[in-house]
T-cell receptor, first 115, second 114 residues
Framework: DGGITQSPKYLFRKEGQNVTLSCEQN?????MYWYRQDPGQGLRLIYYSQIVNDFQKGDIAEGYSVSREKKESFPLTVTSAQKNPTAFYLC??????????????FGQGTRLTVV | AQTVTQSQPEMSVQEAETVTLSCTYD???????LFWYKQPPSRQMILVIR??????QNATENRFSVNFQKAAKSFSLKISDSQLGDAAMYFC???????????FGKGTRLHILP
């Protein structure tokens, strides 16, 4: 079945450690996104990528890094520079507009807890 | 910078009644797309409805319809015949055509009263 897979579902890390969240899609989508969700804050865009080997900062990129070496994969690294990393992280993908559906499809999310 | 504003943090509606969720956005772009997403307790994001800015006709999907006012930059969602399964967080989203950036509002939590 086609879809977006985020792993793991729950992740625990000690403060000061970097951690990488996985996101894989087999929908042949060009664009991929990372969002952070906190209570009362909605979804805030961290990074997005329209094409392999290219990505842009979103509204809250500080303390995060990404790579897009393959069309199917867009891993997010939460670095020790991120001051408050505990949150729910959502990955999404979509076609780029041009006759195809324009909505984003989402993974099931990763809950990161830093202790 | 683009912003999406949902001014109603929470709303309640009686089962079988109609409710309207508000969304306004700020942009200087002419080409963009608008969406409403539903997030139930499972936290899985589900597309409810989409609207292309170049289309004047308001989108409808069964019990869900939008009122798209481009000049006013308003994009409200109307849910008719509300059902218990409609209880969820609803997010309004804006997609910029020139670089595919998608941003979301803070959401409206909808309660359905039996």
């Amino acid at each position: 079945d086609g879809g977006i897979t985020q792993s793991p579902k729950y992740l625990f890390r000690k403060e000061g450690q970097n951690v990488t969240l996985s996101c894989e899609q087999n929908l042949n989508h060009d664009a991929m996104y990372w969002y952070r969700q906190d209570p009362g804050q909605g979804l805030r865009l961290i990074y997005y990528s329209q094409i392999v080997n290219d990505f842009q900062k979103g509204d809250i990129a500080e303390g995060y890094s990404v790579s897009r070496e393959k069309k199917e994969s867009f891993p997010l690294t939460v670095t020790s520079a991120q001051k408050n990393p505990t949150a729910f992280y959502l990955c999404a993908s979509s076609f780029v507009p041009g006759g195809k559906n324009t909505e984003a499809f989402f993974g099931q999310g990763t809950r990161l807890t830093v202790v | 910078a683009q912003t999406v504003t949902q001014s109603q943090p929470e709303m309640s509606v009686q089962e079988a009644e109609t409710v309207t969720l508000s969304c306004t956005y700020d942009t200087s772009e002419s080409d963009y797309y608008l969406f409403w997403y539903k997030q139930p307790p499972s936290r899985q994001m589900i597309l409810v409805i989409r609207q292309e800015a170049y289309k004047q006709q308001n989108a409808t999907e069964n019990r869900f319809s939008v009122n798209f006012q481009k000049a006013a930059k308003s994009f409200s969602l109307k849910i008719s015949d509300s059902q218990l399964g409609d209880a969820a967080m609803y997010f309004c989203a804006y997609r910029r055509d020139r670089d595919d950036k998608i941003i979301f509002g803070k959401g409206t939590r909808l309660h359905i009263l039996p």
